[in-house]
């Protein structure tokens, strides 16, 4: 059995006690029941998720940038050129990037894996080499990559989750690199949602109006050609319009899921990925928690889909996992609240008058 289907074999609902205690705790805490709106929610959720009340503090988190090229750039979907991928994951393990900022602020770690970069990277402190192949394949002609690729992406990722829960992290966090790679998410969001092309195809690094078009276009050629081919399962789906960066983000939710930690999702790639783990195993829904809204349209139309609703809207569209960062706070303190807020028995508070 691969490692992606054994994840899927373990993921389990969240726990229904636990749920219940958070809720009951939640309105015995000295505020108005639902005062503090979905912060609640939140922490109700980690409650289920840890299957205690009150939830440990998800912290430490880590960051996992799963980074790929991709074929489609061939199309002008994009005005920067393939080797900015590579140069982005230098970056990130510099500690330049914007999600290493934010990391470095929240007490994260980052950790970077090349899954379908087009260059060789050297090894270096911080980047995990575990490329599959040298960039996907051009969506609007042919598949992203084979099922048996796709598969071996899933692996990495929820090999990559497992460790990383090893070393100590309490909650997981989205991130991505790849040059092109809001086109195959707008292609997935479109075959999952059975949204149009135009409705979920945004500018992403800040395309003119002519590249719009043209990226519309290329996404509908993409989802005709899959279409013809017969794709309908998750898998192919995911094989047949991804990317090897969006697979592995998928393996890594799925992978968070099976050893019960909270995974923050960041914008439209791993909102894309979600799609697929969702769909491979409905009950990692659980335990997906919404960073932020994109701007990109896809954000939305992936959200309103998997019934998240996001902790940020910043009109950010910079990827990387920098969404989910600047909410992780937000989650911890859901914890908190949860753990340490008196209730008015202990405060010896009155409660309403009935």
């Not at 993921?11 to 805490?29: C, F, G, M, N, S």
């Not at 939830?55 to 790929?68: E, I, K, Q, W, Y």
Request: glycine share 12%.
């Amino acid at each position: 059995m691969r490692a992606f289907e054994s994840a899927i074999e373990k993921i389990e609902p969240l726990d229904d006690q636990a749920v219940v205690a958070a809720k009951d705790r939640q309105d015995k805490l000295t505020k108005p029941p639902g005062a503090l709106g979905r912060l609640e929610l939140i922490g109700i959720q980690l409650a289920g998720i840890a299957r205690r009340c009150p939830p440990p503090l998800p912290h430490p988190a880590s960051v996992a940038v799963f980074a790929g090229d991709h074929g489609v750039l061939k199309e002008g979907v994009s005005p920067w050129p393939q080797e900015v991928t590579a140069q982005m994951v230098d970056n990130f393990c510099a500690g330049g990037a914007g999600v290493s900022v934010l990391a470095n602020f929240f007490g994260a770690q980052v950790l970077v894996v090349d899954v379908g970069v087009a260059q060789d990277l050297p090894p270096r402190p911080g980047l995990r080499l575990a490329k599959v192949a040298k960039g996907s394949g051009n969506i609007a002609c042919e598949p992203a990559m084979t099922i048996e690729q796709a598969a071996m992406c899933l692996d990495i990722g929820v090999e990559v989750a497992y460790e990383l829960v090893d070393q100590g992290a309490a909650c997981l966090i989205t991130g991505d690199m790849g040059i092109g790679n809001t086109t195959p998410s707008a292609a997935l969001i479109a075959a999952f949602t059975g949204l149009d092309a135009v409705d979920v195809t945004g500018r992403g690094t800040g395309i003119s109006d002519e590249v719009l078009k043209r990226k519309v276009s290329v996404v509908e050629q993409a989802l005709n050609r899959s279409r013809s081919e017969g794709a309908s399962t998750p898998l192919e789906l995911l094989a047949s319009l991804g990317g090897l960066e969006i697979a592995a983000l998928a393996g890594f939710i799925l992978g968070g899921a099976a050893v019960r930690v909270p995974v923050v999702l960041d914008g439209v790639i791993a909102q894309a990925a979600a799609l697929v783990s969702v769909g491979l195993a409905p009950l990692c829904s659980g335990y997906l928690i919404a960073g932020h809204r994109s701007k990109e349209p896809g954000s939305s139309a992936a959200l309103q889909y998997l019934g998240k609703e996001p902790l940020l809207d910043l009109e950010m569209r910079l990827g990387e996992g920098s969404g989910a960062c600047l909410a992780l706070p937000i989650v911890q303190a859901a914890a908190k609240v949860l753990s340490e807020m008196a209730t008015f028995e202990d405060a010896e508070v009155s409660t309403p008058i009935s």
